[in-house]
């Protein structure tokens, strides 16, 4: 337990926060890992929880009929993996697979979400971080989204 | 406007004391295909020796004979007198020509011409090398030269995007970069295909977990213009002066030495005052559209 | 100015100054009318000259007229420039012949020759000297440019009958010459008297000054016509103030007037074809249709067509009021950044061939007072 909530307080992602409201996340905070290939979560479960990626590479991803698989993006060590389990109707939008030996921090969304609901001020520090990730995400999505080395790009 | 100190002269540019609209013939040594649409053409001069001596970043322009003359960076290695090598897409009349051309067959070259990298400037300092799709072409020459002089810079990192894995450029190169432990090299693809197991994501989602000081680097920056702006303002927001980022422009080029007009942009020409720019020098170019 | 050097030549022996510069060898090439206009071309007397003729010009016109006076120099501006004969509007560069897989250059043929123009005003003068710094005086140059300015002889003509668009006194290039001449004229007719007060400003025009017929300049007749030509700055057609222009240029690209004037502007080009400064070119290659001979051709091009800017996938200024904005923009500022000096000498030439009349000391006076 000590050792998540060092790794969590240094962690620039929770840079600023509160030591109370850190301690809360790492009440809610375990150890995990993933074999390569394992599947850390399955477009329309229940999205309960996020991760910290300490070490490995997870692929999100999405299955289309003849295709296949098909990769969106990747998320490496140091980043954090998951934002639906803060949207309604929490649930996952897409695949998420290990490609190699994966290990993170898994916190359990269902109890943050409520325990937010209790402390507001716990719920504004999540959500103005997470907001930044949501639109980080949303930019280099439409970076994504503009193809710039296509046929008519450089 | 910054201006780069050109290295030696070639001996191309001895014949432009006369006429600089003059081109040198060159033979086609080695066509490599890169990628779909991508060719390097490995030339050697035709008339004996004469030195070619160039500095990462400049570029040539090319002709093929009766069909016209663009200018093409240079991607070979600048401690090397030949080949000469450059690396381009076949996108117009005489790109699409030269695609056409095989071995034994020959080119016309003038050059070369332009700013380069701060090769030079960068010494002492870490090293952020980004390019994205082709543009890693105008940049190998970068890397050849700071791997020839290892111990003059601190960290070195290699940020390469492309749209898939088969849009990669000298990959057998990037395979020996890989596994280099002097260089850090980290690879990216907006699409994956195959069996691709490594980064997928912009090129600029590297720029935040790459290994390398923001205040003591110089960045080199070169690929498509909005590929170039959002890259600069990562780097930018992680920390690294705008006077230390360079990126390289393009613009429509017919004469290559500053005597056309067609290359302006703004008050400079980017075939003299550029390529390659320092980006405090050249931002305003880059929130000014059609200018 | 050195009094003392300047002499007067008297009409009837004008004539003597063309006899002159053949003798030496000159091409001369001068005003002349054709057309319904007074246009450059070769000449070999001075009756070829405009002789009695004036213009008169507004935006989007010239007319030329019958003056009272037979004066020589009466007219204004005509829509040639004397780049026309430095800089040819088209010209090969140079020959390749096929040779096995590979080819040879031939080298066109440019012998320069020794070309004299007679009648240049003070503002082409000064855009000589403007297209000087480009065309001869950079890291790379034009070698038939150098050659031709090594061996071109001016006979300058100082202006007394400035016209409606003209703002050389705006632009510091007029209305008299003071320097880079090899002769300078002013043209002196009250009536009875028609006479030349004339100056050498070189050794070769001393050379030639010596074989025409001339005296000592009077002190009343020196006086006279310096009076003209300081008259001539008084009466400027129009004005543009550049105090400061550079600047406020600059920090109103994105105004929304530049929009205003594309709706009128035609993209046409008329005003590139016409200005003595403006020096773009395209550079082509073509080959004969069995393909063991090509060319490199160079031709006069123009900032205002759709793909001057042409890159793989588009033109980086597709609209019309981007290239407006790029030809102006250029003239007065980006020029003073590349060069050091504006590039318009205030000649008036593209207001008047404007299709719709466009003037370019209302527009940019235009941005300056929205700015």
Redo the contacts between chains.
């Keep these: 337990m000590e050792n998540l909530e060092r790794i969590l307080t240094e962690h620039p992602f929770l840079t600023g926060m509160d030591k109370k409201h850190i301690q809360t996340l790492v009440g809610c905070a375990s150890n995990v890992a993933f074999k390569e290939g394992e599947f850390i979560f399955k477009e329309g479960s229940d999205a309960d929880s996020f991760y910290f990626i300490r070490h490995g590479?997870v692929?999100i991803e999405t299955h289309v009929p003849q295709k296949g698989a098909?990769?969106?993006?990747?998320r490496?060590?140091?980043?954090i993996l998951g934002w639906s389990w803060l949207v309604p109707p929490y649930k996952w939008h897409f695949d998420a697979r290990a490609?190699?030996l994966t290990r993170a921090i898994v916190l359990d969304g269902k109890c943050l979400r409520d325990k937010c609901e209790d402390d507001h001020d716990l719920g504004y520090e999540i959500m103005k971080r997470f907001n930044l990730i949501i639109a980080e995400r949303l930019e280099?999505t439409r970076?994504?989204l503009?193809?710039?080395?296509?046929?008519?790009?450089? | 406007?910054f201006m780069a100190k050109m290295q030696n002269k070639s001996k191309t540019s001895d014949i432009?004391l006369?006429?600089?609209?003059?081109?040198q013939?060159y033979?086609i040594q080695r066509v490599v295909r890169e990628t779909f649409?991508t060719f390097s053409l490995e030339l050697e001069p035709?008339s004996g020796g004469g030195e070619f001596k160039f500095a990462p970043g400049q570029f040539n322009m090319l002709?093929v004979?009766?069909?016209?003359?663009v200018p093409i960076s240079i991607s070979g290695d600048p401690s090397k007198e030949k080949p000469l090598i450059h690396t381009t897409?076949a996108?117009?009349t005489v790109t699409k020509a030269m695609k056409n051309l095989k071995v034994?067959?020959?080119i016309?070259i003038r050059g070369p011409y332009g700013s380069s990298w701060p090769v030079k400037e960068a010494e002492g300092y870490d090293v952020v090398i980004v390019a994205?799709?082709?543009?890693l072409a105008p940049l190998r020459p970068v890397l050849y030269y700071l791997l020839q002089r290892r111990n003059k810079y601190g960290r070195i990192v290699l940020l390469y995007g492309?749209?898939t894995p088969e849009?990669m450029l000298y990959r057998k190169q990037l395979e020996k970069w890989r596994s280099r432990f002097d260089l850090e090299t980290y690879l990216?693809v907006?699409?994956?295909t195959g069996s691709?197991?490594?980064?997928?994501?912009?090129v600029?989602?590297l720029i935040g977990?790459a290994p390398f000081d923001p205040l003591h680097s110089v960045a080199v920056v070169c690929?498509?213009?909005?590929?170039m702006r959002?890259t600069v303002l990562e780097l930018l927001k992680r920390g690294v002066d705008e006077e230390k980022t360079y990126i390289s422009m393009?613009?429509?080029m017919?004469?290559g030495?500053?005597?056309?007009?067609?290359c302006?942009l703004?008050?400079?020409?980017v075939c003299?005052d550029g390529p390659v720019y320092r980006y405090d020098n050249i931002k305003h170019a880059f929130t000014?559209?059609?200018? | 100015m050195n009094n003392e050097s300047k002499s007067v030549i008297e009409r009837k022996d004008f004539q003597a100054l063309f006899d002159a510069l053949s003798a030496e060898g000159y091409k001369i090439s001068g005003p002349t009318v054709r057309d319904n206009a007074v246009i450059y071309d070769e000449i070999g007397s001075a009756e070829e000259l405009p002789i009695g003729w004036t213009d008169h010009q507004e935006g989007g016109s010239y007319r030329l007229t019958k003056s009272k006076k037979k004066t020589l120099f009466g007219f204004i501006l005509g829509p040639y420039t004397w780049k026309k004969l430095l800089y040819p509007p088209e010209k090969k560069?140079?020959e390749?012949q096929?040779s096995g897989?590979?080819?040879e250059?031939v080298?066109a043929e440019s012998k320069p020759i020794k070309q004299a123009f007679v009648g240049v005003r003070p503002c082409e003068l000064k855009a000589i000297g403007i297209q000087d710094k480009?065309?001869r005086d950079?890291?790379?140059?034009?070698?038939e440019y150098g050659a031709l300015r090594r061996n071109l002889f001016i006979v300058a003509v100082n202006c007394t009958n400035p016209g409606n668009n003209c703002f050389c006194v705006s632009m510091n290039s007029g209305p008299g010459v003071s320097d880079g001449f090899d002769l300078a004229l002013t043209e002196m007719f009250n009536g009875k008297d028609h006479y030349f007060v004339i100056e050498a400003g070189s050794r070769a025009g001393k050379k030639i000054l010596e074989k025409i017929p001339h005296r000592p300049a009077k002190p009343e007749e020196l006086e006279q016509a310096e009076k003209a030509v300081e008259r001539a700055a008084s009466k400027m057609g129009r004005s543009l103030d550049m105090k400061g222009l550079k600047e406020i240029l600059h920090n109103n690209?994105?105004s929304h007037y530049w929009g205003e004037i594309a709706k009128r502007c035609l993209t046409c080009g008329n005003c590139t074809m016409v200005c003595p400064t403006c020096?773009?070119?395209?550079?082509?290659?073509?080959?004969n249709l069995g393909?063991d001979r090509?060319e490199?051709r160079?031709y006069w091009?123009t900032?205002y067509s759709v793909d001057?800017?042409?890159?793989?996938?588009g033109s980086?200024?597709?609209?019309d009021y981007?290239r407006y904005r790029?030809w102006l923009m250029?003239k007065i500022?980006?020029w003073q950044?590349?060069f050091g000096t504006p590039g318009c000498v205030g000649c008036g030439r593209c207001i008047t061939w404007c299709p719709v009349g466009i003037d370019i000391t209302e527009e940019a006076g235009a941005i300056r007072e929205k700015a």
């Design positions: 590479r692929q098909i990769v969106i993006r990747s490496e060590a140091g980043e490609v190699e280099q970076f994504q503009m193809d710039v080395y296509g046929k008519n790009a450089k | 406007m432009s006369i006429d600089p609209m003059l081109v013939a033979t649409d035709q002709y004979y009766g069909v016209g003359e897409r996108v117009g034994g067959d020959t016309g994205g799709g082709i543009g492309t749209r849009d990216t907006d699409r994956a691709w197991r490594g980064n997928v994501g912009v600029t989602t977990r690929g498509p213009e909005i590929m959002y393009e613009r429509n017919k004469c030495i500053g005597l056309c007009g067609h302006q703004g008050s400079s020409f003299k000014m559209w059609e200018m | 560069i140079w390749a096929k897989r590979s080819f250059i080298e480009i065309l950079g890291q790379h140059s034009d070698p690209f994105d020096f773009c070119c395209n550079i082509e290659d073509t080959t393909g090509a490199r160079r091009d900032c001057f800017s042409y890159i793989h996938g980086i200024r597709s609209t981007s790029q250029h500022a980006y950044d590349q």
